[in-house]
């Protein structure tokens, strides 16, 4: 007899988001012109000075073991951070810098989480907040959210999820949203905070789209709200999406020290240190990173007034508009129910879209919004415009065979 696959690893599922990317990746190699909406990640190349500050690491021979929690400049850089972007006074003792923004939630919930404990998550919901609760044995209790609240949740659904359960212990929010791009305003924050505070409900905060926000809004970070929110939240963020540095791997978590500190003592035997290359790196995109974030937001933007506007002429078509991040999500229901070639869900669709029509997107189903596909638009113009037609000819033969 074989050995036995425990029952943890054979309950967590591939990210849909990447098995899409690669698959279009794959294609692509095979000399197939596909057009690719799946990717999760900025488009623009890491910033000079960043990399200058890397190059100036591996000169300087920074290529060794650092504190597990990360190097006391990196960590006193995110804290000046927290104070001049989000008004937050954290000790860089109570920081844990993370291989990823993913490590730092699991390495979190880890910390928090006894089995068949509770976490509540606003859906739609980035795909691996469910998967990452049920590898710690608790279990993700899902707040499903419509079009017409702009996907978010509200204190009074909060509060009624909490009292109907049984061991309640986390909130996963996410503002600017992945895969809606909702973002938050600072009276819904302030209610859904008071929700917390009145059952002890921890807010694990992830904010790694803060600075992708359109329109003229402003990124409020729940943590400040008052000092009794700051000590009940983990802030979760990092460098991936604003500074264009995905494959470099760092997030962290900010928050109270207690669980700050176990979690790094759970990461000291699990990853240890990040990169000691990408800290240095790290330093120099948040002190001089900005004027990037700038040209990069700009250019998000009219990449999304474009596209929003163009899947809102597609008859049939429903999708709101994105305040934050990179993602577009219509609603795609009506070919669900009245094509003619026996699609029955949103994977059905997607699969063929990307076969016959060369054009790679995200099944609402992944992210627990059947109905709905999700469109990255982290992908030129050119590219928009094409996969765009291409959108729209699927769907007008998928209901006039």
Not at 45 to 56: F, L
Not at 360 to 382: K, L, N, Q
Not at 383 to 397: A, H, M, P, V, Y
Request: with cysteine.
């Amino acid at each position: 007899m074989g050995i036995q696959i425990s029952h943890r690893a054979k309950a967590i599922k591939p990210s849909p988001t990447l098995m899409v990317s690669s698959l279009a990746k794959q294609m692509k190699a095979e000399g197939i012109d596909v057009i690719n909406f799946g990717v999760g990640e900025p488009d623009f190349n890491t910033p000079e000075v960043i990399k200058d500050a890397a190059r100036k690491a591996i000169d300087d021979n920074f290529t060794r073991y650092t504190n597990t929690a990360g190097i006391i400049e990196l960590r006193e850089t995110i804290s000046a951070k927290l104070k001049r972007d989000n008004n937050l006074d954290c000790d860089p003792n109570d920081i844990l810098v993370s291989p990823g923004a993913k490590a730092s939630i699991v390495f979190v919930l880890m910390t928090v989480c006894d089995p068949r404990d509770e976490v509540l998550i606003p859906s739609p919901y980035w795909v691996s907040y469910t998967s990452q609760v049920e590898m710690v044995d608790a279990f993700p209790v899902l707040l499903p959210t419509t079009m017409s609240s702009n996907f978010k949740i509200n204190a009074k659904q909060l509060e009624e999820a909490i009292i109907s359960l049984s061991s309640p212990k986390a909130l996963i929010l996410n503002s600017p949203n992945n895969p809606t791009g909702s973002v938050y305003t600072k009276k819904e924050l302030e209610e859904i905070a008071k929700v917390c505070m009145k059952y002890n409900i921890l807010i694990i905060s992830d904010e790694i789209y803060e600075k992708l926000i359109y329109d003229g809004e402003e990124h409020v970070s729940i943590a400040s709200i008052s000092n009794e929110v700051c000590e009940h939240t983990i802030l979760i963020n990092g460098v991936s999406k604003a500074y264009a540095m995905t494959g470099w791997r760092l997030g962290y978590a900010a928050g109270p020290s207690k669980i700050i500190k176990c979690a790094g003592r759970i990461q000291s035997h699990t990853t240890s240190c990040v990169n000691s290359i990408t800290q240095k790196a790290s330093i120099a995109a948040l002190n001089e990173g900005e004027e990037s974030i700038k040209a990069m937001r700009s250019e998000f933007e009219k990449r999304r007034n474009f596209l929003v506007g163009e899947l809102n002429k597609i008859p049939n078509i429903k999708c709101c508009i994105p305040k934050g991040a990179f993602y577009a999500m219509p609603n795609v229901s009506y070919y669900l129910q009245n094509n003619k070639i026996g699609i029955k869900d949103s994977i059905e669709l997607c699969e063929y879209l990307l076969k016959k029509f060369k054009v790679a997107v995200v099944p609402g189903a992944a992210f627990g919004a059947e109905g709905f596909i999700r469109f990255s638009y982290a992908t030129g113009m050119g590219n928009i415009k094409k996969g765009l037609q291409r959108f729209e000819k699927g769907l007008k033969e998928s209901i006039s065979r």
